[in-house]
């Protein structure tokens, strides 16, 4: 029998209790209608394996404070990136108008996006509440989501 290769299409681990985290969800669902970015969240199985095999702890005290963009999953070139380096993925992988806006983000010194993302996830609870309610997903969508 001959092993389908690996679905390598980047993960979004998100916070599942984190309203911000939400819309950006719902965000990328509507922009990326073929599927270029699947979805798991932090608080998942998907995340765990991931965050142990780069040593990460996958139950942080203080909670989850970045959303995680995993790219050639369960590959030998499996990468992480987080924060502002996470957005720019995202808007790397979305194509379009989305990757001149990361290419451009990107011109800004790392650092200094780092302390943006660092200061928005520090309020995102207070700023972002999470939803009363979620949008319930079609099976195409529901097949984006990972444990």
């Known amino acids: 029998m001959i092993e389908a290769p690996p679905d ?16 950006t969800v719902q965000t990328i669902l509507d922009l990326d209608p073929e599927g270029t970015i699947r979805l798991a969240p932090l608080q998942g199985d998907t995340a765990r394996e991931v965050l142990l095999r780069h040593g990460r702890d996958p139950e942080p005290a203080e909670g989850f404070k970045s959303l995680i963009l995993v790219t050639h999953h369960e590959t030998p070139q499996e990468q992480i990136r987080e924060e502002s ?22 011109l800004v010194p790392g650092g200094l996006r780092d302390v943006l993302y660092r200061l928005i996830a520090r309020n995102r609870h207070r700023f972002f509440p999470a939803p009363e309610a979620c949008r319930v997903p079609t099976p195409e969508v529901r097949e984006r989501f990972l444990p």
Not at 11 to 23: M, P, Q, S, V
Not at 85 to 94: E, F, H, P
């Open 8 to 23: 390598t299409r980047p993960i979004l681990l998100y916070d599942g209790e984190c309203g911000l985290c939400d819309r």
């Open 85 to 106: 380096k996470a957005v720019l993925g995202i808007g790397r992988s979305l194509g379009g108008r989305y990757r001149s806006m990361a290419r451009l983000g990107e």
